[in-house]
């Protein structure tokens, strides 16, 4: 297994026992091939929940312009939920897990068919 595959499985262990998700293996596989190489850097492959430029700039970059979402108070709330399911104390937030939640959350799996 390579280092993608080994990233891949520590997030489904994340899904399922920090956010009490079975995760579809074959999404998050998509999901975090979609996020690049930010999944390889220590700073770029978590998301800083507690600040609000970070929350920003997932609802633009990833829920508006690659999800395809309109903007909307639903975005916020989205993440919001997203943070509360992770949980607020979790210090790392793999972006991937994040991204994955919110894809599901949205029902736009079909963005990564």
């Given at each position: 297994m390579g280092k993608r595959d080994d990233l891949i499985a520590q997030y489904a262990d994340?899904?399922?026992?920090?956010?009490?998700?079975?995760p579809d293996m074959e999404l998050l596989t998509k999901v975090t091939i979609g996020c690049g190489p930010a999944i390889y850097d220590a700073?770029?492959?978590?998301?800083?929940?507690?600040?609000?430029?970070?929350?920003?700039?997932?609802k633009n970059?990833?829920?508006?312009?690659?999800?395809?979402l309109s903007?909307?108070?639903?975005?916020t709330e989205a993440i919001s939920k997203a943070v509360e399911i992770y949980g607020?104390?979790?210090r790392n937030?793999?972006?991937?897990?994040?991204?994955?939640?919110?894809?599901?959350?949205?029902?736009?799996?079909?963005?990564?068919?």
């Open positions: 994340d899904l399922k026992n920090k956010c009490g998700m079975d700073d770029a492959s978590t998301v800083a929940s507690s600040q609000e430029s970070e929350l920003e700039t997932v970059n990833f829920l508006i312009k690659k999800l395809g903007d909307g108070p639903e975005l607020k104390s979790e937030k793999y972006r991937a897990v994040f991204y994955y939640m919110l894809t599901k959350h949205f029902g736009k799996e079909s963005v990564y068919g």
